[in-house]
């Protein structure tokens, strides 16, 4: 199950970690200087919230069940990362700027393979692949920031469905 929650202010991740208990927590927006750019909720000023990596890691920590999986599909959102594997196994992230086509085409690839019951790394795989197949290669290469114990060839979101 996917929830989609588009203009996402800072309040509305504590919430979908409450309600969702989600797996995977995917970020697409602006980003850079280990911060995320959410939305203010304001109309007449909407330059956006800033949230430092380590603020979002306390607040991806502050439920019972974390989540597994964090992506963070924005520009420049692998610099500081690290803090954030303190509550999320795995995050996905990367060093450069990255075309907004790219990110959705990477998003859409990348879930159509977790569906698909791929290892995450696989999926990964999958995702940054079909960019470069689609002749979007801009230079950028997604990174994998992982705790030492998980074995991304091993991890599957999604259980395979067996044909009776």
Not at 46 to 58: F, K, Q, T
Not at 86 to 93: D, F, M, P, R, W
Request: aromatic share 4%; net charge negative.
């Amino acid at each position: 199950t996917i929830e989609h929650h588009p203009a996402a202010t800072a309040e509305d991740l504590i919430t979908g970690l409450n309600d969702v208990r989600p797996h995977v927590v995917h970020f697409s927006g602006h980003a850079g200087d280990a911060v995320l750019l959410f939305d203010n909720g304001s109309v007449a000023a909407p330059e956006g919230h800033g949230v430092a990596y380590d603020l979002l890691a306390r607040a991806l920590a502050a439920t019972g069940s974390p989540p597994v999986l964090l992506v963070l599909n924005g520009c420049d959102t692998l610099r500081g990362a690290e803090v954030l594997l303190e509550s999320v196994g795995i995050v996905v992230a990367t060093a450069a700027s990255i075309s907004d086509l790219a990110a959705a085409l990477f998003a859409a690839k990348f879930y159509a393979a977790i569906a698909s019951a791929q290892s995450v790394n696989a999926a990964i795989q999958q995702g940054s692949v079909s960019v470069d197949l689609a002749g979007l290669d801009e230079g950028w290469k997604l990174d994998i920031l992982a705790r030492e114990d998980l074995d991304l060839d091993q991890i599957q979101l999604v259980r395979p469905h067996l044909a009776r």
